[in-house]
């Protein structure tokens, strides 16, 4: 006998590759957060290098007209962390159709994006400080 054991179906194991959550400013809505692999994790690095390399040029600089371009830049690494974590939606109509995870990014309500940004940034596992930022 080897130090080798196969799984029969009887052990098995179920992983799901995302995580549904009830919405708390929107009672009635629930959303759905991809979880961390290892995949998902090389293509948000690679969504956050050049947005990263851009706030930090910005944010050097002295002038209001940099402040303001890195503030900006803020809110597009924002927007990449929900275009990369949010999934799915229920529950929700925006403008009298069902809420996609694009239209709750692009129209949807400042609070529940904002609640789904901190889910996909926990998912990540950011600190409550990176959180913040």
Not at 96 to 112: D, F, N, Q, T, W
Request: hydrophobic share 40%; charged share 30%; net charge negative.
């Amino acid at each position: 006998m080897t130090n080798c054991m196969w799984l029969s179906d009887e052990h098995s194991r179920s992983y799901q590759s995302v995580v549904w959550h009830d919405s708390v400013a929107m009672p009635g809505v629930r959303y759905a957060v991809a979880r961390m692999s290892l995949g998902r994790r090389l293509e948000l690095a690679q969504r956050m290098r050049e947005i990263g390399r851009k706030a930090e040029f910005f944010e050097a600089g002295n002038d209001a007209k940099d402040k303001l371009e890195a503030a900006t830049l803020g809110a597009e690494i924002d927007r990449a962390y929900l275009q990369w974590g949010l999934t799915a939606v229920e529950g929700l109509q925006i403008d009298g159709a069902e809420a996609s995870p694009e239209a709750v990014i692009e129209r949807g309500p400042a609070e529940l994006a904002g609640e789904i940004l901190a889910s996909v940034k926990h998912e990540c596992g950011l600190s409550e400080t990176e959180r913040k930022n």
